[in-house]
């Protein structure tokens, strides 16, 4: 049996939340994905991860990979002077 990553759009939409911080409109993780992956990284840790929870583990890691260059790119314009 062979597994596959999932794509990360799959969980955008149970897993995205847009949160308004000071000036910047920011992509976040929701509450409940949030938990998951803090989870799946005890899970790791504990070296119980089974073999799909591991692709989940790096769907959810490539989606915050995402997530964290889009916020930076948007933090970095809001900061340029106009």
Do not use: W
């Amino acid at each position: 049996m062979t597994t596959t990553l999932l794509k990360p759009s799959a969980i955008l939409p149970e897993g995205l939340c847009i949160q308004q911080v000071n000036n910047l409109t920011l992509f976040k993780f929701t509450n409940k994905l949030g938990d998951r992956l803090q989870e799946l990284l005890d899970k790791k840790k504990a070296d119980t991860l089974t073999a799909e929870e591991s692709l989940e583990l790096e769907t959810i890691g490539e989606l915050d990979n995402i997530f964290s260059y889009i916020n930076a790119v948007m933090a970095a314009q809001a900061h340029e002077p106009s």
